[in-house]
């Protein structure tokens, strides 16, 4: 049996179907493939479920002869939009489609309601693939490291144990305000590095300048596969709603995941199989304001990260 997974994007939403690739893998002769942006090509390299690595090209109509050619059994639909709906068509192939709940989502954000079950994306995922006889294995996510890396190369001696901090996300409501960030640094018993691109660089310099040589800020000095590797090698993570946070639930890292603007319940994305976490957020009348986050607090007082307790996550952290 051959089997085609597509998920397009974004990078936290395809690093939660690799459980799914995992468990299908699982199924006697089956064959998988996955298909995905070039961007988020690196998600998949070297996971050794998958047979091959399908990229999309900049034409959806030749991306459709390249499935043609492969004559799958069946299309793994996950990511449930008009380009996956016009794959399925054009190919003909018998599909399973995620259920995005999207009226549901919509419902729950306009007015406030929860009506869409804090059910993890991983298993939202995996309904998709119950026809087939696939069981969760109950295992994290997979991420693997493309090369190996020193630490001593990376880090400073002084932070060859360390707490990683992530402070990058796409949205400036995903993350949590310097003098936050200062405030709760200040008080970890261990030194601290930061994690995130270059567009958090200037923010690391400022924590680094109001704390001193106790943080590191790797931002924008790291690659990708080398922050990767500061997440494994750290003894625990904190992190706001983003790519990297969500890539070191493979690692089964005790992690803080820290949610402004959004929540994990409504997208399910809250850490998966991982043995110690804490998810630091509060009650709002307002909140979420958004599914994905916002350039800024639409009331302007942003209390969704200026309320969270700092003492919990630094109590989770130094214990």
């Not at 942006?37 to 690196?42: I, L, N, R």
């Not at 009226?103 to 991983?122: A, E, T, Y």
């Not at 490291?145 to 990683?164: D, E, G, T, V």
Request: hydrophobic share 40%.
């Amino acid at each position: 049996m051959k089997i085609l997974v597509i998920r397009f994007s974004s990078m936290g939403d395809i690093i939660y179907t690799t459980p799914v690739v995992r468990c299908l893998k699982q199924l006697p002769g089956v064959e998988v493939h996955f298909l995905t942006k070039p961007a988020f090509k690196y998600i998949y390299d070297n996971n050794p479920y998958l047979d091959k690595l399908l990229l999309l090209k900049e034409s959806l109509s030749d991306t459709i002869e390249v499935i043609k050619a492969e004559h799958y059994d069946y299309i793994i639909d996950l990511h449930s939009n008009l380009r996956t709906a016009i794959i399925k068509l054009r190919t003909g192939i018998k599909s399973s489609t995620y259920n995005k709940q999207r009226i549901s989502k919509w419902l729950s954000l306009k007015f406030k309601l929860k009506l869409v079950k804090p059910v993890h994306l991983v298993d939202r995922y995996l309904k998709t693939v119950k026809f087939l006889g696939v069981v969760n294995d109950n295992l994290p996510i997979d991420y693997y490291l493309k090369k190996n890396h020193r630490l001593n190369k990376l880090l400073p001696a002084s932070h060859q144990q360390f707490i990683a901090f992530v402070i990058g996300a796409t949205h400036f409501t995903k993350r949590m305000p310097n003098e936050k960030v200062i405030s709760i640094c200040k008080k970890l018993s261990l030194p601290v590095v930061l994690l995130g691109g270059n567009d958090v660089k200037a923010n690391g310099d400022e924590i680094v300048e109001a704390i001193g040589p106790y943080v590191y800020n790797a931002c924008g000095i790291t690659t990708l596969d080398e922050s990767v590797f500061l997440v494994q090698k750290a003894e625990k993570v904190i992190g706001f709603d983003t790519g990297l946070t969500h890539i070191a639930e493979a690692f089964n890292k005790p992690i803080v995941s820290i949610w402004g603007s959004t929540i994990p319940e409504l997208l399910g994305v809250q850490p998966y199989m991982v043995k110690q976490s804490l998810v630091a957020g509060v009650e709002l009348p307002c909140r979420p304001c958004s599914k994905f986050g916002q350039a800024a607090c639409p009331l302007g007082h942003f209390k969704c990260m200026y309320d969270i307790d700092e003492n919990s996550i630094v109590n989770f952290v130094n214990s």
